[in-house]
């Protein structure tokens, strides 16, 4: 559940999430920090698309929201 007009980040952490993404080098939990777009910690994978930044982000309804190992690599557009 979220509010209108709340970042999917924002959303995440009121929901009790505190990691969004595993660091690809060391493996370890990262999670929202800056919440206003600079420091890419809070990415995840929404609506199947990966590397969005759930802080700039705001939800929608149905909104599909996932959690990803690392940066993911940008599809190959057929």
Known sequence: MARQGDSV????????????????V??????PYCMMGVCFECLV??????????????VAEGMRIETQDGAAMPRQEE
């Open 9 to 24: 980040a924002a959303a995440l952490l009121a929901a009790g999430y505190d990691s969004t993404r595993r660091s690809p």
């Open 45 to 58: 994978k929404i609506d199947g698309r990966p590397n969005r930044q759930g802080c700039m982000t705001n």
């Open 26 to 31: 060391s493996g370890a939990a990262r999670g």
